[in-house]
Every structure is written in C-alpha cells, then in structure tokens.
C-alpha cells in the first residue's frame, strides 16, 4: 500500500510540474461551461434547467478526457522513454503501476468536476441539489472504467508521438457527435443518428438521466451499451498490452 500510495503521489508530482498540460485541462472545461452553460441558465433541456444539464455534459467530458490523455497518452510516453522496462527490473507488482495511474486519472477528473461545480455556484450562481450532483458523478465514476480500457488501448497501440494524435482522432468526434458540447436536438439528423452508437453518448445519458432528464430509453439499457463497449475496449487493450509485452521480453 505504502509503495501504491507513493506511486500516486509521484504522478500527481509529475503533472503539477507540467503546468502546460494541466493548466487547460483545469481551464478548459470551466471555459466551455461558462460559454455554453452559463447563458441558458433559464432555459430547459430534456425537461431540466439547462446549465444543470451542460454542467453533467462538461463533467463527463472531464472523466473521458483525463482517461484518455492522463492515463492512456501517459503510457504511451512512458513506453517510449523506457520507463516501463525499467519498472518491470524492479520488485513492483505492475498492477500497481497501472492502478496509480488509474487513480490519478479519476483524482483529476474529480477534482475538475469539483471545479466545474464552485465555479457554476459562485461565478454562475447557478442553483443546484448538491448531493443529486454528487450522486450522479458517482455514476459516471463507475462508468468512465469503459474510457479508462479506450486509453490503455491508446496508450499501447500509439507511440510516444502519436498516442495523443489517436486520443484526439478519437475523443473530439466522439464529445461532439455524443452531445457533450451541443445538445443533440440542436445538431443534424446525421450526427443524431450517429449519437446512439457512440460509447460517450451512453455515457453522458446515465448523467443526464440521473438529473431527471428525459431519454428515449431506461438507464439500463445505457448500462448495457457501455459495459458491452468497455468489455471490447479492455479485450483490443489487452491484445495490444500482450502484443507489446512479446515484443520488448519474449
């Protein structure tokens, strides 16, 4: 435990130190709620105050782009610096290497969404149930586990240059056809009809229905959609771990 909790504390050591990265990863979010959000605070969605809506997009987008960038893209650099075959000489049970950076993850997600929230009560004034808020983060806690196997896919099939060109191929689309930065009724009947098959939609679904939003389904059947994509994303992420593993020690 001492060794895990150190390795956590050494990434978040690591990123505190590149203030290029975690300065729009911070800013970023809190920006596109304060674009999108703030100005319909009077207006409803899905049977919901808006800007309590957008607030769930930009809270899913967070837990998907740390999982993405902070865990997946991380690898991937660290693949290609030689760091993982150094760690694999020491005593360190690489689970725990690759539960750090799980937990550092989530911890920025987290603290993103904390963000998010004092900055729609203090700047926005926005009115909100504050344990609903947190009730439905917990669900997306659990469901963001289907985008932590899309980055470990991304960060063993990408090199240290292209890990973050593949996360970005991937992740941008996929926020934009899914709703998180627009809402759906508001986009073309193409992306409308994209939406329902991408991972994040089904994501962002379970958030917004947790609010009390309407959907053209049950929250279960959202279940069912990501848990069956995180079961294929963590299956192409273990091919590729495996495939690199043979690779580098035979």
Same mark, same amino acid.
């Given at each position: ?17 590149? $203030?290029?990265?975690?300065? $729009? ?9 304060? #674009? ?14 808006? +800007?309590?809506? #957008?607030?769930?997009?930009? /809270? +899913? ?14 690898? +991937? ?14 005593? %360190? ?11 550092? +993850? ?5 603290? #993103? ?7 729609? /009560? ?31 896919? #991304? ?17 941008? $689309?996929?926020?934009?056809? /899914? ?8 986009? $073309? ?48 992420? %273990? ?12």
């Amino acid at each position: 435990m001492n060794r895990f909790l150190y390795l956590v504390y050494s990434e978040l050591i690591r990123l505190i130190r590149l $203030p290029a990265y975690l300065i $729009p990863t911070l800013v970023f979010p809190v920006m596109f709620f304060s #674009i999108f959000g703030l100005p319909n605070a009077k207006n409803e969605l899905g049977g919901v105050n808006a +800007a309590t809506y #957008i607030l769930i997009s930009f /809270s +899913a987008y967070s837990l998907i782009s740390t999982s993405l960038f902070a865990f997946g893209v991380s690898i +991937a650099a660290e693949r290609g610096l030689g760091w993982q075959k150094l760690m694999r000489v020491t005593p %360190l049970n690489p689970m725990l290497y690759f539960a750090s950076k799980i937990v550092n +993850a989530l911890l920025q997600g987290i603290f #993103i969404i904390i963000l998010l929230g004092l900055f729609a /009560s203090f700047v926005g004034h926005l009115n909100y149930d504050v344990l609903l808020f947190v009730k439905t983060v917990g669900k997306l806690l659990l469901g963001v586990s289907a985008f932590v196997a899309l980055g470990l896919w #991304i960060g063993y099939v990408g090199g240290p240059n292209s890990a973050a060109g593949i996360a970005n191929l991937i992740f941008l $689309p996929m926020s934009f056809a /899914s709703g998180l930065f627009m809402p759906l009724q508001f986009m $073309p009947e193409f992306l409308r009809n994209i939406a329902p098959y991408t991972p994040a939609y089904h994501f962002a679904q379970i958030g917004w229905m947790s609010i009390g939003a309407k959907s053209d389904t049950t929250e279960l059947v959202h279940w069912i959609w990501l848990l069956s994509y995180g079961a294929l994303f963590f299956l192409l992420a %273990l091919v590729a771990f495996r495939r690199d593993e043979g690779k580098n020690f035979g």
